[in-house]
């Protein structure tokens, strides 16, 4: 059964800097790897989905990239805005079954 | 097109009632899921649909929960009887041949 970890589980950064936020999966027989953002109380928007054919996916100032050798996701967010605060999830989809991490909880300070 | 779209947004009811919760997903896509999520556990599938035929419901936590899709364009998530413990946010997602999963709004269910 797959089993997909965020780390960390919270981070604080203020404006302007770039991050890195993490996804590891157990299972490498993957189908995809899809990033979602999801603001309080809101539901979950697609950021970036990598096939897995693919190493990375840029969108803006999004870039995901994935390594399934060593089920690895990386997603990094250049020049952050407070605007950018919200969970990431990450969901690893094994033909039909998309296993999601517990998210990272973004906070961009002013 | 206008997404995934869930009704209601919000639903309060009393323990030992009927809820049923609704799911119309994007034209053309060919998959269906209901998630639960809560503080505790996250997201959680409980079921998927490919072509309206239900595929996996073993994430479906008992025989109070059911679901079906009789067509392409709607889907239910009932629950009957309904207890506290079901209270959370349920989302259903659409996709088209698996290339991404679209979320709809959620319905946050509170049962009291």
């Known amino acids: 059964k797959q089993e997909v970890t965020q780390i960390p589980a919270a981070l604080s950064v203020p404006e302007g800097e770039n991050l890195v936020l993490n996804c590891s999966f157990t299972?490498?027989?993957?189908?995809?790897l899809q990033w979602f953002r999801q603001d309080p109380g809101k539901g979950l928007t697609s950021l970036l989905l990598?096939?897995?054919?693919?190493r990375e996916q840029t969108s803006g100032r999004l870039n995901a990239s994935l390594d399934k050798s060593s089920g690895r996701s990386t997603l990094y967010i250049a020049a952050s805005q407070p605007g950018d605060s919200a969970t990431y999830l990450c969901?690893?989809?094994?033909?039909?079954?998309?296993?999601f991490g517990a998210g990272t909880r973004l906070t961009v300070k002013p | 097109d206008a997404g995934v779209i869930q009704s209601p947004r919000h639903e309060v009811t009393e323990m030992g009632q009927e809820v049923t919760l609704r799911c119309k997903p994007i034209?053309?896509?060919?998959?269906l899921f209901w998630y639960r999520q809560t503080m505790m556990r996250g997201l959680e599938l409980l079921i998927y649909?490919?072509?309206?035929?239900?595929?996996?419901d073993s994430g479906m936590p008992e025989d109070r929960f059911s679901a079906k899709m009789p067509n392409a364009s709607f889907s239910t998530l009932k629950i009957q009887p309904s207890e506290p413990r079901d209270s959370a946010v349920y989302f259903c997602?659409?996709?088209?041949?698996?290339?991404?999963?679209?979320f709809g709004s959620g319905t946050r269910l509170t049962v009291v």
């Open positions: 969901a690893v989809n094994n033909n039909n079954d998309m296993r």
């Open positions: 990598i096939q897995s054919s693919q």
């Open positions: 299972d490498s027989a993957i189908y995809n």
């Open positions: 034209s053309g896509h060919d998959y």
């Open positions: 997602a659409s996709s088209l041949s698996l290339r991404g999963y679209t």
């Open positions: 649909f490919n072509n309206n035929v239900p595929i996996d």
